[in-house]
């Protein structure tokens, strides 16, 4: 049974409050918040849960195991160095840093005493990602020739980091994670609309050695919620819908065929898909569910987890190139992943 | 009642056969095609109508008083210029000449003749984009902020341009006609899948002065076909979807608002759209026949065409310059619509 | 504060239990099932509630001032007739007895105590329905004209009662709520497909004197789950698709119009629907929030509820009839509400 | 090469001439209409075809070997019992006839003048159609359990038959061909809500011996189309939707499973479907060219057309039965097809 402290009860805070209660193998000991009206909810649901505004009271808890950090992602660095330094192990929200040194030193530090740190990339832990990737390994997929996501939110925000900050993270966690491969270049634009605000529309590109382009769409001010990503292989293309209830992932029969036929020109034209289409049922299990088990597993027996400190800078590198790219409407910005590699 | 010649029996070129013959204001005297069993269905389904494997013939008819040019993109500066210099009305396909040059050769040639030079951006006459543009006119939308279009289609091609030059164009066409602003800088991305063939699949985006941002997303590789923009304004959101049978245009209530307060941003996070939304009921005319009539009124009347070729000359500025990005992966070009703007 | 007990912990109790909690007009004091090892996930969740086995000690509890029923069916009587008969107010779920002689008894037990009874109608109690009453109240749909109702489950089930009792319940709670008007006649029909089970799939149609006609298609062994209701008025039309997630309401410009206009009839017969269509932003609050708060003023004024048990008693009247119907393949069973219209 | 007589140029004669046109194995060679208004357009288009108000002078042309009549139902006898007496093939537009008796003599005329008699039961040529009976036939699907098919469409109609006799037809003759068994009783209910005019919703439901039970809900006053139909099998069940554009049949892996273990239960309750699903690509060809091209072959050959007079006698008995039915809101009525079974 792993003692987890969790640290910040804004948004995504409760959710790693009751995963933690709800787990065999965790317990959600302590939580800290420094605004004691967003813990008083949580004690009155949660009773036999220790509150506390002082962070260091938590680190100096010798009862607490493991940290979750649930806060701004300006404050991460400060609250995970002080965890691991007191010999606790992390659970970090994406995106792990604000730069790329600071995910190194943080990996430098576990590792050193030997602690697990792991981001909470959700997406990854979901079935429809694992059962995508199980897709792609097995090689029916042929190929990946691109990697093609949107995701938009509706027209209301508040927050202290961009859009690609905010939304491509879940994107780069996916593509990180089914791909298995690094971009070596990328190219980002966008907008911002409200005066004094970060840029709330952003169009990315990723582009691999291997060929592969990949390519994300993020808005916060969309009419209506989209969550779809298209991955075309050289045999078979998919499509994750995250909204549709029933066939979020959907593979479709089409490798690519080249052809002077104007017969088979026209049917292209006037038809709406390419071969047949198979929807697997897809376990609906919480993602944050199968997470926590993952992370009370790599706490247990030291392994490495599927979204270490090591992916998470990959996110980092990736986000930071890319508002780079932003700043100057699109000119490449190259990237290097030299000992960080999948 | 103007009689039409038209060359390119491909593809579209029997959809222009068939409306110039449908039409009360036009007829479809001749048609032409360097392939004799490209003009045999055609004699058959339409006996009445002249053939001939001759270009040169059909503009020596004098009974012939406009040519309509449906044929590769390669041979539209030719076959266009002749088509003037024999006195010829002239309907382009889109787009509507390799280069910009070509395109104010063909504007100065049409109008020392006091001819009609018009280009068939068809989507300009669909019911559901004059809808849009009556939409954003009148103010209801407020500012508009992004445009953002994504049109993908199935994995079989045939092609000797590429997919900006293929797909984008519509998108271009759109913006181009319900934004009556011109773009300052372009940045494109793209790839090519298949060896020897054009890209398949590429990014672009446009940067205005007035701050909006327009976004296209084209391929040719995709497992379904889609056909959707997204026009997002102060006051209001549009999406048009151009598969969608029964609520091809949505518009939605949705003003963008900046909030400190979490149970709204808590809303926002679990909540599928905003405001209130309506979908007109749209005019599902042909707009083919729209655009045919619409000729045959600016050749009768001299009018100038909402798609003349000033209009088709900002587009293929924009597929230039695109490409040019394209080749150096997003780096960002400038746009110049001096004399040519809306 | 009212303080509830709630009997029954299976699917729904849960539900009761946690909003009674959430509700700052009402506490669930404690809660009670024949079965221990449903007890104790509520307990470890909600330390502070008291669990029994005994129903009676619930009833003897003078802290307890009503109860909420949640246990199949044929208990709903002996169950309810007990706490009216101990002085506690009774919140019972749908359907609300067996047969109509129980519900007359129930009520008449609550009224010369001067207790509430109320009937758990849930759907009455989400924005979309009351919504589409408030529409259908206005004058705006016109004259109702049909009420055609699909609701279908996945293949699966244990059930001790029919579909009809299961699913259509949920219906006529719907059409007894939206329409303000009792039907004089049923016709039903069904088959049961598994040996020793109840019938799985019906289709009920109940006539009124109005002229309206209403429909309702439940099946237990679907592929897919679906909950769509058409209402059809002679001025607009409305669908309420209970599983959409952002259109949950759509109304529909659509006047019934004969014609003998041939050209007319062709764009109907192409087309894909009629007139303009708008669709509100519906509040989306969980309903069972809003029933518990409207059952705590009803205790607390006491007021009649909108779903008292004279609205239960319409029902099971309508389910009773129903399944006599089926039994003999659709022959029609006469209807009387003397004395229990809405 | 078969020439053919098309007697009916409103909404569905048209189509028939194009495709004996367009067939290889047929021409039209006449068409007939009394009123010359349809006749017009028709010749504009295919100055080769010859017209004629007069059904006599079609029928002595010796030139014309196979008459195609779509014409309203109240005529169909009559011209099709002159047609065969003048030893014309006939196609018959559906309903075949008014009554089971009119059916029966057309049966024994062709027979007996050994001519092939034909209804244009259209969407049995359809490729989902065709599709879905191989499935079934394969034995796939398991015995089939349930057939639920709806058929709605927009407000507005003209029609000297009611919704039963000018919808469910369709749904009719898709069952009849995918089920290859006969009903042995109907109960059916409707209602007119314009007065002077036939029912214009209706549901009708048919029994079979061996527990199949078909439910067939019918609609001219419905706010959107809606054409599905949903086939629910012990081992699979299909979903068939016609206005779905790249999805028209999906087939679901969902045996019926009973089941006592709650936690089973729970997973139903908030799942959205059951099993794999697969939608096969299909034959997108247009259903009349493949019908016109196997009636060409029962001319030919002599061979039964899979939609023969007994076929449509079959139809027109469960008709003519659910009409009787549905004037006593739903009593049940018999049927019997002996000597017609498929």
């Known amino acids: 049974m792993i003692n987890v402290g969790v ?3 804004g948004y995504w805070g409760p959710n790693l409050i009751r995963n933690f209660l709800e787990s065999d193998a965790t317990r959600t000991t ?9 813990l008083a909810p949580m004690t009155r649901r949660y009773p036999a849960v220790r509150a506390t505004t002082s962070y260091a009271e938590m680190l100096a808890d010798t009862e607490v195991d493991a940290v979750a ?13 002080a965890a691991l330094k007191a010999g606790k192990h992390v659970l970090i929200e994406k995106p ?3 730069t790329v040194a600071q995910a190194r030193l943080l990996i430098e530090e576990a590792e050193r ?7 909470d990339h959700t997406f990854v832990y979901t079935g429809a990602v694992r059962r995508i990737r199980a897709l792609v390994d097995s090689g029916d997929v042929g190929d990946v020739r691109y990697f093609d996501s949107i995701r938009v939110n509706l027209g209301l925000f508040q927050h202290d980091v961009d859009v690609i900050w905010d939304l491509a993270v879940h994107d780069l ?10 971009p070596v ?10 005066p004094g605000m970060p840029e709330n529309i952003a169009y990315l590109t990723l582009f691999y050695d291997s060929g592969v382009i990949a390519h994300v769409n993020v808005n916060w001010l969309a009419p209506v919620k989209v969550r779809r990503t298209l991955i075309g292989g050289t045999r078979k293309m998919i499509i994750f819908d995250d909204l549709e209830t029933s066939e979020k992932v959907k593979i479709y029969d089409s490798g690519i065929t080249v052809t002077q036929d104007p017969e088979q020109i026209y049917q292209m034209l006037i038809g709406y898909r390419t071969g047949d289409m198979y929807a697997p049922k897809i376990d609906g299990k919480e993602a944050l569910r199968v997470e926590v088990a993952h992370f009370a597993d790599c706490v247990a027996t030291g392994r490495r987890s599927e979204t270490d400190g090591v992916a998470g800078l ?9 508002t780079e790219s932003m700043k100057s409407r699109g000119r490449p910005v190259a990237l290097s992943f030299e000992g960080v590699a999948p």
Chains 1, 2, 3, 4 share one sequence.
């Not at 302590?30 to 605004?35: G, S």
């Not at 005493?113 to 981001?119: D, E, K, Q």
């Not at 990328?186 to 911002?192: C, I, L, M, T």
């Open 173 to 182: 966690s996916i593509l990180d994670y089914v791909l298995r491969q690094t």
């Open 7 to 9: 640290v910040g009860c």
């Open 96 to 98: 792990m840093t604000e």
């Open 30 to 38: 302590m939580i800290c918040d420094l605004d004691p009206e967003r």
């Open 69 to 81: 950090i649930a806060t701004p992602v300006r404050t991460h660095f400060d609250l995970a160095m």
């Open 185 to 194: 270049e990328v190219s980002a634009v966008g907008a911002n609309h409200i």
């Open 314 to 322: 990959r996110l980092v590198s990736m986000l930071t190139a890319a």
């Open 113 to 119: 005493r030997r602690l697990t740190l792991m981001v």
